[in-house]
């Protein structure tokens, strides 16, 4: 709980800070995003940076839960990740909004982010 607390406190000012660039990225390269071969690529780079993070997110949140007592030195690793990844998925447009809003939603709730599917999973085995 106190690494999600830190988080909120931190993302509030990168927030107000980024707001201006948000607006010129997301103008500029939702232009470009535009035209099918480019906004293809664009999709493909933004997954390929998007997921080793996103893989390395859901290992620290089940390695919290797996071991409850490693959650203060995991929570060094994963804050600056997640803070880092809340400032992409700000600036960067993304021409899938709930594509977005799931990846806000993982950062938000670190690090209780693993999908409750593979929770279970993990858990039994």
């Given at each position: 709980?106190?690494?999600?607390?830190?988080?909120?406190?931190?993302n509030i000012p990168i927030t107000f800070l980024l707001f201006i660039p948000e607006i010129i990225t997301t103008f500029f390269l939702g232009?470009?995003?535009?035209?099918?071969?480019?906004?293809?690529?664009?999709?493909?780079i933004m997954n390929l940076i998007w997921l080793p993070l996103y893989g390395l997110i859901f290992g620290i949140s089940w390695?919290?839960?797996?071991?409850?007592?490693?959650?203060?030195?995991l929570s060094f690793i994963g804050i600056p990740i997640v803070t880092i990844l809340n400032a992409f998925l700000q600036i960067?447009?993304?021409?899938e909004k709930q594509d977005k809003y799931n990846k806000a939603t993982i950062c938000m709730e670190f690090p209780f982010s693993m999908?409750?599917?593979l929770v279970g999973k993990l858990m039994e085995g």
């Open positions: 709980m106190l690494a999600n607390s830190i988080l909120r406190i931190i232009l470009l995003i535009a035209i099918p071969p480019i906004g293809l690529v664009y999709v493909l390695l919290n839960k797996k071991v409850p007592f490693l959650g203060i030195p960067m447009p993304n021409p999908p409750s599917q």
